[in-house]
């Protein structure tokens, strides 16, 4: 197990900059999850980490050593890959033992290693097939195991979960992290899909156009976003973000256009009139007599939530209720965000204000 | 060819009462047989009657102008005793696995090249395949002006940076001939490796390559454990042919050097049309074609063999 410090990287594709300078400290045996949107330069840095790309610029260091000139084999580092990439013609025993055998391991070392990764992960049955023989969520597995059996400093995940259905992609989810609960190795995780990166991470690393725009714990981005790319990105359905301007003269509120008032716990001083974005979960609107009247555009049950999109004059905003209120398309009904939970952004910036 | 069913018995039933011609049109099975005639009928009659004749023709002692009457294995018992046919099962054999194995290197090597990113890749590729695209027998008399005794290309520069001092006798002795036959049908035949093994390497995932870097792979060991294994279906189907059309050469060596120079470049196909169709003594040249079958068949049956031992290949889906 080893620490991780990737510190001032920059990565350039002819004289294209995709990553612009990104900082991450990650601390021995902590989860790290790199999360953003298509193109935002995670899958690029994971490879970087990994040694199957040029570092351009700034350092990547595991443990203490500095690895931007270190082969990927001399990185100690193992990576499970978005389409397992296993190879095809060797059994689930041989692609496990592979790397070992790379080594000059004694054959009854590989055998004894593989076994143990294999009883793990549940893959004791299968150590005689071929890929082509397992279904996609064992072949994840095996390509786990991989990893698993070299027990390197790093583990590296690059999207395993995306070729997966839906049901056994929240399995394999607790089925990983449960296996990082069980051998504490450092672990970079690189997903586009914020659920996962809310579920199984330690710390998230949110990433978007080559640029760092927060990391921190879960539920610190969640309730804290820096700004309202961030705030947008993490949390389903997305926040809903409504322009209007902040009145401080007495009554705390923001305005919107149509003359809305949205009511706001705090404000930076001096800044009344100022253009601002509030920024409201769905989960933090509740039905009020008194809110901000809104027409009910479509409303979708989910069974243990209903979520009721309507508009506020031009503006779409999303609900989300536990309970089962009868509304229909077409309803005036009234929101009342929670003051407390609310978040204001900068116009301008998207800076949290 | 019965592999295509009766998905609709119901309506079978039913065409019953209609006239044959009506149901021969539109019954499945036998619209099926409509389609396949044509082929069928190209096959039949360029290859397998051909072929049948040819074999029938090597029991007899048919020659050009008369029809020749059953003679047994009389041809095979001739060829048995006769010199000359083994020199040229030899020659063939030694071209074969001569050409055929540098032939496999080369354009191994030559895949493994062009695999690669380089500028001009594009360009490069099609420059390799030109030899295959020349007429054999145009780039076989290009040939015949590189070897000539007194003009030679090669002769003419080796002379003048000094290295000999008189011309090689290329088609004149019999080691340089063989030598020199085999060089031609190796520079004709590794594009046709090159670029099929190309067409193979690019099917490999290039994160299988990633993997096995970050296995701990070494260049060597990723081109030994993941590039050839995966590569061997292909090898195997692209070296059948390889040496099925070295086997049955002909145009080559005809156009270079006739089966000379005191036959050491005869191969059995060259020999056969000498005996055949010069000579007309068609039965024995025919005994002469129809003895390379067993050799054919055992070229096909190694390679068939050798592709069923791959497991891991079986079956539809493979990704």
């Known amino acids: 197990m080893a620490s991780v410090q990737i510190n001032d990287v920059r990565k350039s594709f002819g004289g294209f900059e995709v990553l612009h300078g990104v900082t991450v400290p990650i601390e021995d045996g902590a989860f790290v999850v790199l999360v953003g949107p298509s193109g935002c330069g995670k899958s690029t840095l994971l490879r970087m980490l990994a040694g199957l790309e040029n570092i351009t610029s700034g350092t990547i260091a595991i443990g203490d050593r500095v690895v931007n000139n270190v082969q990927p084999k001399e990185r100690d580092i193992a990576m499970v890959f978005q389409n397992y990439a296993l190879y095809p013609h060797m059994t689930v025993a041989q692609n496990m033992g592979f790397s070992l055998k790379l080594r000059n391991a004694e054959q009854a070392d590989i055998t004894t290693r593989v076994k143990k990764a294999a009883d793990i992960l549940d893959l004791t049955p299968l150590l005689d097939r071929y890929p082509r023989q397992l279904s996609g969520g064992q072949r994840q597995r095996v390509a786990m195991g991989r990893a698993i059996v070299r027990d390197p400093q790093v583990f590296l995940f690059d999207e395993p979960l995306s070729n997966l259905d839906a049901k056994l992609r929240v399995a394999m989810r607790t089925e990983i992290k449960e296996l990082h609960q069980r051998l504490k190795t450092t672990t970079v995780y690189v997903t586009h899909d914020q659920i996962e990166a809310m579920t199984m991470a330690d710390k998230i690393v949110v990433m978007h156009d080559g640029i760092v725009e927060q990391m921190g714990s879960p539920l610190e981005l969640y309730d804290r976003p820096d700004n309202q790319f961030v705030a947008g990105f993490i949390g389903s359905p997305a926040m809903n973000f409504l322009n209007g301007h902040l009145r401080s003269n007495g009554q705390l509120y923001v305005e919107t256009e149509n003359g809305s008032k949205l009511p706001i716990a705090s404000a930076p001083p001096g800044s009344d009139g100022r253009a601002v974005v509030y920024g409201v979960r769905p989960e933090h609107l509740d039905l009020a007599s008194d809110g901000i009247e809104a027409e009910v555009a479509v409303v979708e049950p989910t069974g243990s939530e209903t979520q009721i999109v309507s508009r506020i004059g031009t503006q779409e905003i999303i609900a989300v209720f536990r309970d089962r209120h009868q509304v229909q398309p077409g309803d005036k009904i009234h929101l009342r965000p929670r003051a407390d939970v609310a978040h204001l952004f900068d116009k301008d910036t998207g800076r949290r204000l | ?319």
Do not use: C
């Not at chain 2, 036998?30 to 049948?52: E, H, K, N, S, T």
């Not at chain 2, 030109?130 to 015949?144: D, G, K, N, Q, R």
């Not at chain 2, 060991?221 to 294994?229: G, L, M, N, S, V």
């Not at chain 2, 156009?255 to 007309?280: C, E, K, W």
């Open chain 2, 1 to 319: 060819m019965t592999t295509i069913q009766t998905s609709m018995p119901a309506r079978a039933v039913h065409a019953d009462t209609r006239p044959l011609w009506d149901r021969l049109r539109t019954n499945r099975n036998w619209l099926a047989l409509w389609f396949m005639l044509p082929a069928a009928a190209f096959l039949i009659l360029f290859l397998a009657y051909p072929l049948g004749l040819g074999i029938w023709m090597s029991f007899t002692d048919e020659r050009i102008g008369r029809t020749g009457v059953f003679v047994g294995l009389e041809n095979y018992e001739w060829l048995w005793s006769d010199s000359i046919f083994w020199l040229s099962v030899f020659n063939t054999l030694l071209y074969t696995i001569i050409a055929s194995a540098i032939k496999f290197a080369i354009g191994l090597y030559l895949a493994l090249l062009l695999n690669r990113h380089m500028p001009f890749k594009a360009m490069i590729r099609a420059i390799v395949l030109i030899p295959f695209i020349v007429p054999t027998v145009l780039s076989a008399i290009a040939f015949w002006w590189i070897y000539d005794a007194q003009f030679s290309i090669i002769s003419w520069s080796l002379i003048k940076l000094g290295l000999i001092t008189q011309n090689i006798n290329f088609l004149g002795d019999t080691d340089w001939a063989r030598a020199s036959v085999i060089f031609a049908n190796i520079w004709r035949g590794v594009p046709f490796v090159a670029i099929t093994l190309l067409a193979g390497l690019q099917t490999v995932s290039p994160s299988l390559y990633e993997a096995a870097t970050l296995d701990g792979a070494t260049d060597w060991q990723r081109f030994r454990y993941i590039t050839y294994p995966l590569l061997t279906p292909i090898i195997a189907v692209v070296m059948t042919f390889s040496v099925l059309f070295t086997f049955t050469d002909f145009q080559l060596v005809w156009a270079l050097t006739r089966g000379g120079p005191v036959n050491a470049t005869h191969l059995m196909a060259t020999l056969s049309y000498q005996r055949g169709i010069l000579s007309g003594r068609l039965g024995e040249g025919a005994a002469i074609a129809t003895a390379m079958i067993p050799f054919l068949l055992a070229a096909i049956a190694i390679s068939w063999f050798g592709m069923q031992r791959r497991k891991w290949q079986q079956g539809s889906d493979n990704d």
